[in-house]
């Protein structure tokens, strides 16, 4: 049951006493009972007990079922209700540009303030 290769190395021939051979053979029996259960029940063996990501890797996928719960997107595919949401936008920006709250014009921004601010003092 037990590998002999294994046995090899563990026993010291220049120690050998009856009591150690009995625990080395014990101990290579188990470890060959503990490979074999691995292997029959698909299990990974850890004997130095390291972290590793098994147990999160043997789970199932939930990607595909989560993605058939929520329904389909019709604002991708229909460009009427796409070009809808454009012009709401536009209107939108049209209206804040009218009372002064739209986007500065390129290099008139928030940074462009400060770092005209910045140099103007040391003029």
């Known amino acids: ?30 470890k060959g009972v503990t490979e074999a259960r691995a292997r029959i029940f698909g299990h990974i063996l850890n004997p130095t007990g390291q972290r590793s990501a098994h147990k999160i890797l043997r789970k199932k996928l939930i990607g595909e079922k989560v993605s058939q719960w929520y329904p389909h997107d019709i604002r991708h595919d229909d460009p009427l209700v796409m070009a809808r949401q454009e012009q709401e936008r536009l209107e939108k920006l049209e209206m804040l540009k009218r ?15 400060k770092r005209n601010k910045v140099s103007t003092p040391g003029k």
């Open 1 to 30: 049951m037990f590998n002999l290769r294994l046995l090899k190395a563990c026993i010291s021939y220049k120690e050998m006493s009856f009591g150690s051979l009995k625990s080395v053979l014990a101990e290579a029996a188990i």
């Open 99 to 113: 009372r002064g709250k739209g986007p500065p014009k390129k290099g008139q921004g928030k940074k462009a303030a």
